[in-house]
T-cell receptor
């Protein structure tokens, strides 16, 4: 079975500052990794994903994440945040060969960007 | 764009009522999901369906049932609503072929309050 731990439930940051949202996972098999974002009063949307290949993946809105297999981490970063990045961010994991129903979400990190 | 439409944005129901939450997707996706989202708990899978009339239990199916009579529609049923089912309910869909590339598509959610 897989599990996902998002180490921070809330991250406050000032506009134009860098941010890192941390995600660690546990799995006995190889995994696919995802970050989803949920803006206020909306559903989730895919921000970026790691399937294979380069461990640094880039997503929408200037976000990127790095897959670190030895540390079982997939931290999300942005060098300079905007007010519009205020949202809740969810890390998710799915095992290689896993069924559609086996996408496991973390508990979420609320990013609050202040002017 | 794929759209996942949840019929109600807000619902208030009484304890013991039978409640139907409806979800419709317009992109011929095989897979549909019902999640429950609670603060600090993230998203938890209630049920998913990988084909018409097919369903599988997720992590928290107790107190819920589902129906998928047509490919585009997936209904969540609370047989006898209780106050501990007050929550945000999110519907999602995905294509088996492209889920890894495009992720899941989520609806905007139904906030259910049981009084």
């Amino acid at each position: 079975a897989q599990s996902v731990t998002q180490l921070d439930s809330q991250v406050p940051v000032f506009e134009e500052a860098p941010v890192e949202l941390r995600c660690n996972y546990s799995s006995s098999v190889s995994v696919y990794l995802f970050w989803y974002v949920q803006y206020p009063n909306q559903g989730l949307q895919l921000l970026l994903k790691y399937l294979s290949g380069s461990t640094l993946v880039k997503g929408i809105n200037g976000f990127e994440a790095e897959f670190n297999k030895s540390q079982t981490s997939f931290h999300l970063r942005k060098p300079s945040v905007h007010i519009s990045d205020t949202a809740e961010y969810f890390c998710a994991v799915r095992a290689f060969g896993g069924s559609q129903g086996n996408l496991i979400f973390g508990k979420g990190t609320k990013l609050s960007v202040k002017p | 764009d794929v759209k996942v439409t949840q019929s109600s944005r807000y619902l208030v129901k009484r304890t013991g009522e039978k409640v139907f939450l409806e979800c419709v997707q317009d992109m011929d996706h095989e897979n549909m999901f019902w999640y429950r989202q609670d603060p600090g708990l993230g998203l938890r899978l209630i049920y998913f369906s990988y084909d018409v009339k097919m369903k599988e239990k997720g992590d928290i199916p107790e107190g819920y049932s589902v129906s998928r009579e047509k490919k585009e529609r997936f209904s969540l049923i609370l047989e006898s609503a209780s106050t501990n089912q007050t929550s945000m309910y999110l519907c999602a869909s995905s294509s088996t072929m492209t889920a890894l590339k495009y992720g899941y598509t989520f609806g905007s959610g139904t906030r259910l309050t049981v009084v």
